[in-house]
């Protein structure tokens, strides 16, 4: 399933949680809902963002980019691409006790 259908987007983190950035240049983490919870789910459309209805969302902060007390944590991730349609994290994301306990990589702009 494309991130860019969960809807993904890259963030810094501020002082009161965090915002939304354009590129992956400029770019701490990405956001983007689950896809356990997205699969077979009613599917919405907003200002040109696809989402899924209902599903929680994923945290990546890249490795390097975020002071290791910004929560989620402890996970880094090592990022390699040019935008939310070529990312890919590694290693593996496993949400251990969080949400549904989604684990699966993101290759390639795919959550798998």
Request: proline share 5%.
């Amino acid at each position: 399933m494309k991130i860019t259908d969960l809807d993904a987007q890259f963030l810094v983190p501020t002082e009161k949680g965090h915002r939304f950035v354009a590129t992956i240049e400029e770019a701490s983490g990405v956001i983007f809902q689950c896809p356990k919870c997205g699969k077979d789910a009613e599917r919405g459309e907003e200002d040109g963002r696809r989402y899924v209805v209902g599903a929680h969302y994923v945290v990546c902060w890249f490795a390097g980019k975020v002071p290791k007390d910004i929560t989620p944590g402890p996970g880094r991730w090592t990022v390699s691409g040019s935008s939310l349609e070529n990312l890919t994290l590694s290693p593996s994301v496993f949400l251990n006790g969080e949400g549904c306990g989604w684990h699966g990589w993101v290759q390639n702009g795919d959550a798998i």
